[in-house]
T-cell receptor, first 113, second 115 residues
């Protein structure tokens, strides 16, 4: 079985400050991990993924995520938040050898001007 | 434009009716998905097809029936609509994962409201 948890329903951060959106996962094998962003009334957009290799993954719009195997986490980060980053962020996981991707419950990011 | 396109974007219908949502992708992907997003924004997989073959079929009422005439299309038909079916339905596509951990491309959603 696989699962993913996003412990924060909402994260507020001031514009220009660093942001972190948390994600932890559970798989029986090795994980494929993803972050997606959803703007209002839009579909999800792929941001970045971790498959193997370097634990720090860089993605679109200046976002990055750090894979931590010992903590089973894959937190999304950005050094300097923009108001336009305000959106709903989903973490997702897929266990290797398993076709289904499981999405987290989403975290609403609010960047305050 | 290369994309996943869904029609209609909005659908308002009465309880008991039968309706269909269409999805098409021109990305050359071989796998397509239907997800349901409820009012709390939870996303749940419903179905997945690879080259017209059903590969994921979650616990979904059998009033929901997917149809994939070819690998570029995946339609969703819903019979006897109920109030609880109101949600946003997202179509997505990808290449079947061969170990690359592919990301999905989502359509912009169909907001279904059952009254």
């Amino acid at each position: 079985a696989q699962s993913v948890a996003q412990p924060e329903d909402q994260v507020n951060v001031a514009e220009g400050n660093p942001l972190t959106v948390k994600c932890t996962y559970s798989v029986s094998g090795n994980p494929y991990l993803f972050w997606y962003v959803q703007y209002p009334n839009r579909g999800l957009q792929f941001l970045l993924k971790y498959i193997t290799g370097d634990n720090l993954v860089k993605g679109s719009y200046g976002f990055e995520a750090e894979f931590n195997k010992s903590q089973t986490s894959f937190h999304l980060k950005k050094p300097s938040a923009l108001v336009s980053d305000s959106a709903l962020y989903f973490c997702a996981v897929r266990d290797t050898g398993y076709q289904k991707v499981t999405f987290g419950t989403g975290t609403k990011l609010q960047v305050i001007p | 434009d290369t994309a996943v396109s869904q029609t209609p974007k909005y659908l308002v219908t009465q309880m008991g009716n039968d309706k269909s949502i269409k999805c098409e992708q021109n990305l050359g992907h071989d796998t397509m998905y239907w997800y349901k997003q409820d009012s709390k924004k939870f996303l749940k997989i419903m179905f997945s097809y690879n080259n017209k073959e059903l590969i994921i079929n979650e616990t979904v009422p059998n009033r929901f029936s997917p149809k994939s005439p070819d690998k570029a299309h995946l339609n969703l038909h819903i019979n006897s609509l109920e109030l609880g079916d109101s949600a946003v339905y997202f179509c997505a596509s990808s290449l079947l994962d061969s170990g690359a951990g592919v990301g999905y491309t989502f359509g912009s959603g169909t907001r279904l409201t059952v009254v």
